[in-house]
């Protein structure tokens, strides 16, 4: 096990300094004919100080094209930000912030989330329990203060080795698919998250999409047996009971019922669909008690399905 004095974990976590609402950039870029628009967007975000979630894979490269303009006709309102940097072996994890601090014209990494493209997180685990090379990299990043924090990506599939490195102290942190329609952890590593308060960060505030009836009425013309639908269905009865005046605003509300959740991250390409999603976190209210039972139960249950 890591000795606790030298662990990631033990370093000061921005936790206070995060926006309750972070600004998901993965679809800025992905039309060159929005280009403009896409900047136009960028800079009301930074307008209004939210944090921002990126990656240099987001619309082919074309997030960090949008963002390096966005940043250099705005220089004093550039946002702290949470970047994906992938962790496959030390020479690609320096390699990734390196690359995003100058394509980005950034200072710092806020919160590098590190995440390997086949969802296996043994390596990682493995290697910062053994004070490995990219444990070696990291402290070494932080020392420079070109990265603030590493969190930890999680996905259901390796949640034994996230149990590994929450038992052990590895990450001040962990971030993962988490909102009414989905969890993104097996129903022990989430109980393990929520018993010792960690600190969590959910990604997929709108689950992709499918929190939105015009989106899953086109899902039951295309693929009507896709389970998206059984999913919107089983919680639309709760999404009634709520009280919420939208499906965006039922989302913030059930991540809001979690005191150990830091920040929920939506992405949108409208700077009209940003300003919806803004102001439903900022109306959003912890969930009745009865009903976040109600939608962990449905987790646990789709959990077994996969």
Same mark, same amino acid.
């Given at each position: 096990?890591?000795?606790?004095?030298?662990?990631?974990?033990?370093?000061?976590?921005?936790?206070?300094?995060?926006?309750?609402?972070?600004f998901g950039c993965m679809s800025l870029g992905n039309d060159p004919g929005e280009m403009r628009n896409h900047i136009r967007l960028a800079r009301t975000a930074m307008e209004t100080g939210?944090?921002?979630?990126?990656?240099?894979?987001?619309?082919? &490269? @074309?997030?960090?094209?949008?963002?390096?303009?966005?940043?250099?006709?705005?220089? #004093?309102?550039?946002? +702290?930000? *949470? $970047? =994906?940097?992938?962790?496959?072996?030390?020479?690609?994890?320096?390699?990734?912030?390196?690359?995003?601090?100058?394509?980005?014209?950034?200072?710092?990494?806020?919160?590098?989330?590190?995440?390997?493209?086949?969802?296996?997180?043994?390596?990682?685990?493995?290697?910062?329990?053994?004070?490995g090379e990219m444990w070696q990299v990291c402290q070494d990043m932080q020392k420079q203060g070109k990265v603030g924090q590493f969190v930890m990506e999680i996905f259901a599939s390796f949640?034994?080795?996230?149990?590994?490195?929450?038992?052990?102290?590895?990450?001040?942190?962990?971030?993962?698919?988490?909102?009414?329609?989905?969890?993104?952890?097996?129903?022990?590593?989430?109980?393990?998250?929520?018993?010792?308060?960690?600190?969590?960060?959910?990604?997929?505030?709108?689950? &992709? @999409?499918?929190?939105?009836?015009?989106?899953?009425?086109?899902?039951?013309?295309? #693929?009507?047996?896709? +389970?998206? *639908? $059984? =999913?919107?269905?089983?919680?639309?009865?709760?999404?009634?009971?709520?009280?919420?005046?939208?499906?965006?605003?039922?989302?913030?509300?059930?991540?809001?019922?979690?005191?150990?959740?830091?920040?929920?991250?939506?992405?949108?390409?409208?700077?009209?669909?940003?300003?919806?999603?803004?102001?439903?976190?900022?109306?959003?209210?912890?969930?009745?008690?009865?009903?976040?039972?109600?939608?962990?139960?449905?987790?646990?249950?789709?959990?077994?399905?996969?």
């Open positions: 096990m890591i000795n606790a004095g030298t662990s990631l974990s033990q370093k000061p976590f921005p936790g206070s300094a995060l926006t309750s609402f972070t939210v944090w921002f979630h990126a990656s240099q894979e987001y619309a082919g &490269g @074309g997030a960090f094209m949008i963002l390096h303009h966005a940043y250099c006709e705005a220089r #004093k309102q550039i946002p +702290r930000m *949470i $970047l =994906k940097i992938r962790c496959d072996n030390a020479e690609v994890l320096k390699f990734d912030v390196e690359d995003a601090l100058r394509r980005l014209t950034i200072d710092q990494v806020s919160i590098a989330q590190l995440c390997r493209a086949k969802h296996d997180r043994r390596p990682v685990v493995d290697d910062f329990l053994d004070h949640s034994p080795d996230a149990i590994r490195a929450v038992q052990s102290n590895l990450f001040p942190g962990y971030i993962f698919y988490f909102s009414p329609g989905e969890r993104q952890t097996n129903t022990e590593l989430f109980e393990l998250l929520e018993s010792r308060n960690e600190n969590i960060l959910s990604l997929r505030t709108m689950c &992709g @999409g499918i929190l939105d009836p015009a989106r899953i009425q086109t899902i039951r013309e295309k #693929k009507p047996e896709d +389970r998206a *639908i $059984l =999913k919107f269905e089983a919680l639309q009865p709760l999404f009634e009971q709520s009280g919420c005046a939208s499906w965006a605003e039922f989302s913030f509300s059930f991540l809001k019922s979690f005191p150990n959740l830091l920040t929920s991250i939506a992405g949108t390409s409208k700077e009209v669909h940003f300003r919806e999603l803004l102001a439903c976190d900022q109306k959003a209210k912890p969930m009745a008690p009865a009903l976040v039972k109600q939608i962990n139960a449905l987790h646990r249950e789709w959990s077994l399905l996969t």
